[in-house]
T-cell receptor, first 113, second 113 residues
Framework: SQQGEEDPQALSIQEGENATMNCSYKTSINNLQWYRQNSGRGLVHLILIRSNEREKHSGRLRVTLDTSKKSSSLLITASRAADTASYFCATGGYAGTASKLTFGTGTRLQVTL | EAGVAQSPRYKIIEKRQSVAFWCNPISGHATLYWYQQILGQGPKLLIQFQNNGVVDDSQLPKDRFSAERLKGVDSTLKIQPAKLEDSAVYLC???????????FGPGTRLTVT
């Protein structure tokens, strides 16, 4: 079953603009992660935010987490054509002592020149 | 470090046939995951191993799917017999002991005709 739902399902912007994707989830989490998937590089981890954190930055990425609303957002600033991909949020918990992820449905981002 | 290796990359079979996928995780990664990703959806966890023990197989269709991880390293996922709805990309991932980030292989695209 899918834990998270991303919004919007698809987003088309021009190079240089900012892109914002939202993720809502249902159960309590240990952490929330964002992954990118494109045909060239497969599924790649972007950033992790822990349940006790509210905001995190990594390069052009900014992630926020609101555990009271069970939601997260991913902001990509100054987008590039190479950012064209599908973006997934994944809620993190544990199976035994091992990390376990439940992925959302994804946002397809298209960045045009 | 070398990434997660998977083979084959593509497989086409007829329904009711059997198929097997192989995964070699990153060296030293104790946890190994198999996901099924249907077109347009996020990855869905099928089975999770920690070393060579199963920690979660709640979403594995056990009447037709099986997986093993010999000696806590390589893993094989088998489908027998395949159904049309098994057409998907099968992703293998691994993570470090106590790690939260997962590293994904390139996937095997299965088409069942």
């Amino acid at each position: 079953s899918q834990q998270g739902e991303e919004d919007p399902q698809a987003l088309s912007i021009q190079e240089g603009e900012n892109a914002t994707m939202n993720c809502s989830y249902k159960t309590s989490i240990n952490n929330l992660q964002w992954y990118r998937q494109n045909s060239g590089r497969g599924l790649v981890h972007l950033i992790l935010i822990r349940s006790n954190e509210r905001e995190k930055h990594s390069g052009r990425l900014r992630v926020t987490l609101d555990t009271s609303k069970k939601s997260s957002s991913l902001l990509i600033t100054a987008s590039r054509a190479a950012d064209t991909a599908s973006y997934f949020c994944a809620t993190g918990g544990y199976a035994g002592t091992a990390s376990k992820l439940t992925f959302g449905t994804g946002t397809r981002l298209q960045v045009t020149l | 470090e070398a990434g997660v290796a998977q083979s084959p990359r593509y497989k086409i079979i007829e329904k009711r046939q059997s198929v097997a996928f192989w995964c070699n995780p990153i060296s030293g990664h104790a946890t190994l995951y198999w996901y099924q990703q249907i077109l347009g959806q996020g990855p869905k966890l099928l089975i999770q191993f920690q070393n060579n023990g199963v920690v979660d197989d709640s979403q594995l269709p056990k009447d037709r799917f099986s997986a093993e991880r010999l000696k806590g390293v390589d893993s094989t996922l088998k489908i027998q017999p395949a159904k049309l709805e098994d057409s998907a990309v099968y992703l293998c991932a691994s993570s470090r002991p106590q790690g939260n980030e997962q590293y994904f292989g390139p996937g095997t695209r299965l088409t069942v005709t």
